[in-house]
């Protein structure tokens, strides 16, 4: 129900489009209409004043040739003025220099005398000419002038609007129509389009509605416009990421279950021989006994690994960072380990550039140290050699582990950070390993801010190089520049 309400609230995209284009487009329709509505007018008055004006100069000009004679039987002027006049649809008035109307082709004001201020500034040649549009006429006053530019009289030639005013309805008509016909094709052509453009989302969004119901193994189509084609990209990518997690997750939950059963399994098979052997002494049972012992205390290692790496793996991990000696640490760490590295002959050196107090979890770095020194002797030559060193800048400092051990095939070089992961499964099970070692190392590490590196050339031995910031601020949290 809400979920409707809010739907209801968001406007579609198509109707937005539709929306603000075809409302854009109006507005130029109608500002160009009104444009051309306006200029048409204008122009049609122009021209109207510009013939009055024309006709009259004619006029005027024969009126001076036959020195005012109009009605004279000699000339046409009279009928001229008449014909001109009622052709316009309006009147002439020729007045001479004494104001006196010679002419009305209207007849009313014949022979009487007119002194208007308009027709004074043109007869005394204050204004060359006026003109103007007023009351639905167009209306002209000129100087009637001789040959040598004297001024005879005046003449006033009005001309009626109407014709100009049919011309400009029957233009103002077909504007609108053309307006009306120009937004019908524009509001079906943005429809048109706005619904192309919408379809590939829409399509999408089924799709994905879709898949949501559990068909994770079906993809988007990456067709149609860039966008929708990225935003397919971008999804069907997504959806691969949560298959490889569900997958690894599922790897993982089978290899933890692989491991526990195998110290379980061993067990088993120690117990059950025991107990189909009837005469077994007690030396036997000893014996069987000190071997499910070391299987117990290797199930617990794998357990004890498990939590480990689940408490340093970076989403979960809960640092407890203080102020920690470096070099103390790894004194610590040799002291403990001289004695099984001496077991086997091997050669452990310590070498520190300069002190070192960084911002650490103590015992997350500690076991990380350890970790990698440990590898060191147990995948190391009978009286071969580990070298530590330590060494700093003014923001990181670096923890180096080499050996002269097997060292580590290139192939397996990627892979010896992930769980259980072993490049010879005998020889770690009998050195004690569970392949979890590095696992929890690395996320130990990034959980620190730092990075680990490994050189190694297989029979020839191993360089692990960690590198962790001396303080822990965010910016300095960089976990992305792992190589093996
Ligand atoms: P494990 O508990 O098996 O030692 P690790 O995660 O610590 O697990 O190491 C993973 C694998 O990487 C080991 O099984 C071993 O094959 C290899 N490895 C680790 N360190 C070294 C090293 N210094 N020299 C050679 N191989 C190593």
Redesign the pocket.
């Known amino acids: 129900m809400d979920e409707k309400k809010r739907e209801k609230k968001h406007i579609s995209m198509r109707t937005f489009l539709v929306i603000t284009v075809f409302l854009v487009i109006l507005l130029v329709t109608a500002g160009t209409a009104i444009g051309i509505i306006v200029f048409s007018g204008q122009t049609a008055r122009d021209k109207l004043l510009d013939e009055t004006e024309e006709h009259a100069e004619r006029l005027a000009d024969q009126i001076a040739l036959h020195r005012f004679r109009i009605e004279s039987p000699e000339n046409t002027l009279a009928a001229d003025l008449d014909e001109t006049a009622f052709l316009a649809g309006g009147r002439i008035l020729v007045i001479d220099r004494n104001y006196r109307i010679v002419k009305d082709t209207f007849s009313f004001q014949q022979e009487s005398y007119i002194v208007s201020e308009n027709i004074m500034t043109v007869m005394t040649g204050e204004q060359e000419r006026l003109g103007w549009i007023r009351n639905s006429y167009a209306e002209v006053m000129l100087p009637i002038r001789d040959s040598s530019n004297q001024i005879l009289g005046v003449i006033v030639s009005t001309a009626s609007t109407r014709s100009i005013e049919q011309q400009h309805k029957i233009i103002v008509r077909n504007t609108l129509l053309l307006s009306g016909a120009v937004l019908l094709v524009a509001f079906l052509a943005v429809s048109l389009v706005a619904r192309l453009t919408v379809r590939g989302l829409r399509d999408m969004n089924r799709k994905i509605a879709h898949i949501s119901e559990g068909n994770l193994d079906e993809k988007l189509p990456e067709s149609g416009f860039k966008e929708t084609r990225y935003l397919a990209q971008n999804y069907n990518a997504v959806i691969a990421q949560l298959a490889d997690i569900d997958s690894t997750r599922q790897e993982f939950v089978s290899d933890v279950s692989h491991e526990l059963k195998t110290p379980i399994t061993s067990m088993k098979v120690l117990a059950e021989s025991l107990l189909q052997n009837e005469n077994a002494s007690t030396e036997d049972y000893r014996e069987f006994m000190t071997d499910i012992v070391d299987e117990i205390d290797r199930e617990t290692k794998i357990i004890n690994d498990l939590l480990a790496l689940v408490k340093t793996d970076k989403q979960n991990a809960v640092m407890n960072f203080a102020e920690v000696d470096i070099n103390q640490l790894i004194d610590v760490i040799m002291r403990r380990v001289t004695p099984i590295a001496k077991k086997r002959n091997i050669e452990l050196t310590y070498e520190s550039y300069r002190s070192v107090k960084a911002e650490a979890d103590e015992v997350k770095l500690s076991l990380v140290i350890s970790?990698?020194v440990e590898?060191?002797i147990?995948?190391?030559v009978d009286n071969g050699w580990v070298r530590i060193t330590l060494n700093a800048d003014h923001k990181y400092y670096y923890i180096k582990v080499a050996?002269s051990?097997?060292?580590?095939p290139e192939d397996?070089k990627d892979k010896?950070?992930e769980r259980f992961?072993?490049?010879?499964k005998d020889?770690?099970r009998d050195?004690g390993?569970?392949?979890?070692?590095?696992?929890i190392?690395r996320s130990s590490i990034h959980a620190h801010g730092g990075t680990i590196k490994l050189y190694?050339e297989s029979g020839k031995g191993?360089t692990?190089t960690v590198r962790l910031p001396l303080k822990q601020e965010a910016s300095e949290q960089d976990t992305t520049e792992d190589e093996a």
């Open positions: 970790n990698l590898n060191a147990k995948y190391n050996d051990g097997v060292g580590i397996a010896v950070f992961y072993r490049v010879s020889r770690s050195t390993g569970t392949g979890l070692g590095l696992a190392a190694s191993t692990f």
